[in-house]
C-alpha cells in the first residue's frame, strides 16, 4: 500500500483550528460600529437605552451576552432596525467563520 507523504515535509505542527465566532462578539462589533457611524457617544446611547455606559461598554467588547430586551433597547437608541443587525451579525459571523476554516495546504505527492 502507498504512503502518503506531504511536500515539503510538514516540520511545524498544525495550527489549532480557530474557535468559532461568538454571537456576542459579533452584536457589539456591529453595535459599537453604528454608533461610531452615526458620531454617538457611549454614554448618551447608554442613557437613551436606560442602561449604564459601563454595561453598553461590555456588550460592545463582547464581554456581555444581552437579552433581547437589552438588545432592543440599544438598537431602538441608536435608531437601527433590529432585523437589520441581524443581518449584518449573520454576514459577520459567517466571513469570520470562512476565514477561520481556510487553511492553505501544500501539494501532497503520492510515494509507491
Do not use: C, H
Amino acid at each position: 500500500m502507498a504512503d502518503i507523504l506531504q511536500f515539503p515535509p510538514n516540520r511545524t505542527p498544525a495550527p489549532e483550528p480557530e474557535p468559532e465566532p461568538l454571537w456576542r462578539e459579533a452584536l457589539g462589533r456591529s453595535l459599537r460600529a453604528a454608533r461610531e457611524e452615526q458620531g454617538d457617544r457611549l454614554v448618551d446611547i447608554a442613557e437613551r437605552a436606560g442602561i449604564s455606559p459601563q454595561y453598553l461598554s461590555e456588550i460592545e467588547r463582547g464581554r456581555k451576552e444581552p437579552s433581547s430586551e437589552m438588545i432592543a433597547a440599544v438598537t431602538g437608541a441608536l435608531g437601527v432596525e433590529f432585523s437589520t443587525l441581524l443581518i449584518e451579525i449573520a454576514g459577520d459571523v459567517r466571513r469570520l467563520r470562512r476565514a477561520a476554516t481556510r487553511r492553505p495546504t501544500g501539494p501532497v505527492l503520492l510515494a509507491a
